[in-house]
Each structure stands twice: as structure tokens, then as C-alpha cells.
């Protein structure tokens, strides 16, 4: 198994335990630190970064050539969008209906899609490709994997910070993709100079440098 996927494991293991820990359940229909998000929704939109990479490697095989990391954040409909755009009340209101059934079973569907990538993701060949629910471009399963962990990482602090939780310590081999990945985006986004002032010097530093 390539060491991205063995992360992922660990990504999605971590999501698992911030998503059952009572403080959630005990929150689930309370606002979240997310606007329009419940606690509930919130909870169920970590979970889809878990439950949506069986349901990816599920299609077909898809052919052509992989886009790159930010090749694939430069075809998201979601960046950039307004919080009232399509893209995004679809994303919200997706999660909220998943969350109908409750913490348990969002828990519950979590642990056992953990429990079948572990086989899943060992069994397919280093060079795998796959269709990400944003498609319809391709892009090689490690680097999808890797979107799926920055994903995991931030929400996985979005709903800590939700529930008066402390956020989640992830260990290098899941955070170094991550941090790499969220620079490279605010590179893309802000150029390399705010980047690196924002990084080194406090004095010239910009007000922001987020990755969206």
C-alpha cells in the first residue's frame, strides 16, 4: 500500500473518533461554527470525505490522462463561489439530510467504510484512477486521497472548534500532503511573495493568505 494511502487510513481512523465523541451527538442539532451548517450537517460532511472514496472507487475505471492536484482545484465549482451559490447550498444541503438518521449512524457508516478501505485501498494497483465526485476529470487515486485529507483535517477542526473539543493531532505523514497541498493553493491564489511574507515576516505580512 503506497504510504499516501496508509495516511489516508490514519486520516479517516482520526474523522471516526472526532465524529464519536458524545460532545457531537449531544450538539447535533445546534448551529456549527460553519455558517448554514448544523453541528449535525457539519458532522456528516467530515464523514462524506470518508464514505465517499468506496462509493469512487465503485465506478468504472475511468480513461485519459490524470489532472494534477491544482489542476483539479482549478475545475471546482465550489471555489469562488458565494455562500448562496448552487454549488454550495447543495453541498449543505446534502450533508444536512445526511445527517437526518442521527450521530450514531453517521458514526456507524464511518467505522465500516474505514474498516473496507483498509482491504480496498491495499488492493488497488499504484497507478489507479478514478473519477472524483466534482468530475468528470480523472485524476490518480493517492492525490485524490490527498483531497480527501485535507478535507478531513479541516473539518475535523471545524467541528472540534464546534463542540468545545480540542482539535485533532495528526501525525506528519498526514499533514505534511496536506500543508503542501493548502500552500500551493495560496501560492496559486495569492502569489508566491504574500506567501512568503505572511510565513517570514510579520511586519510585511498580508492580511490573509487562505488557500480558498
Known amino acids: 500500500m503506497t504510504p499516501i494511502r496508509q495516511a489516508y487510513l490514519v486520516a479517516a481512523g482520526s474523522a471516526v473518533e472526532v465524529l464519536d465523541d458524545p460532545a457531537v451527538a449531544a450538539a447535533w442539532q445546534k448551529p456549527s461554527a460553519l455558517t448554514d451548517f448544523s453541528v449535525g450537517g457539519l458532522a456528516a460532511h467530515l464523514a462524506a470525505q470518508v464514505l465517499f472514496v468506496p462509493a469512487t472507487l465503485a465506478k468504472p475505471r475511468p480513461d485519459g490522462d490524470p489532472v494534477g492536484l491544482l489542476g483539479h482545484y482549478e475545475r471546482v465549482a465550489w471555489i469562488g463561489a458565494d455562500l448562496d451559490a448552487e454549488v454550495n447550498v447543495n453541498i449543505r444541503s446534502g450533508s444536512e439530510d445526511a445527517s437526518t438518521d442521527g450521530a450514531a449512524t453517521v458514526v456507524a457508516q464511518t467505522q465500516a467504510a474505514v474498516r473496507d478501505l483498509t482491504g480496498l485501498l491495499a488492493a488497488e494497483p499504484d497507478d489507479r484512477r478514478v473519477t472524483p465526485p466534482a468530475g468528470p476529470w480523472v485524476l490518480t487515486l493517492d492525490d485524490f486521497l490527498v483531497t480527501r485529507m485535507m478535507e478531513i483535517v479541516v473539518h475535523s477542526d471545524d467541528l472540534a ?24 493553493l495560496a501560492v496559486r491564489r495569492h502569489g508566491t511573495v504574500p506567501v512568503l511574507r505572511a510565513l517570514t515576516r510579520a511586519e510585511r505580512a498580508p492580511a490573509s493568505i487562505t488557500a480558498f
Not at 163 to 181: K, N, Q, S, Y
Request: glycine share 4%; hydrophobic share 40%.
Open 161 to 184: 472548534h464546534s463542540v468545545g473539543i480540542p482539535t485533532p493531532e495528526f501525525p506528519a505523514p498526514v499533514l505534511d500532503p496536506v500543508l503542501d497541498l493548502l500552500t500551493r
